[in-house]
């Protein structure tokens, strides 16, 4: 049997695109997960760096990052909350804890409860 790959950990940020850079996912202590953009000359040096090469977002490039991030950092309260209340259904009662991390998980995925 294989062991389970674990993910870096929660929460990940996202770093908005600026004129040196798209966006691009961090962990909490800044260990760079994921770029949304490319450069417009990868054998060159970055504009920042003295070189030629300009990022280049990909479309919505920042909305999509924001959109991982989000639901990243809320996934494990979500699928938790969700097993509780179907626990709790079959026994007959969802407990107001229970809703409560419901509404705290949906908050984290930049819903309204």
Do not use: Q
């Not at 909350?81 to 969802?94: Q, R, Y």
Request: hydrophobic share 35%.
């Amino acid at each position: 049997m294989s062991e389970k790959i674990e993910h870096s950990p929660t929460p990940w940020e996202v770093v908005p695109s600026c004129d040196h850079h798209g966006p691009y996912i961090v962990t909490e202590y800044g260990s760079s997960l994921a770029d949304l953009y490319t450069m417009s000359d990868l054998s060159s040096a970055s504009v920042r760096n003295g070189g030629t090469s300009k990022p280049l977002p990909f479309i919505d490039a920042d909305a999509n990052a924001a959109f991982i991030v989000r639901a990243v950092n809320s996934f494990d309260l979500l699928v938790s909350s969700i097993k509780s209340v179907i626990e709790e259904g079959d026994a007959g009662e969802v407990r107001s804890s229970t809703i409560m991390d419901l509404k705290e998980a949906l908050k984290l995925a930049g819903e309204t409860p």
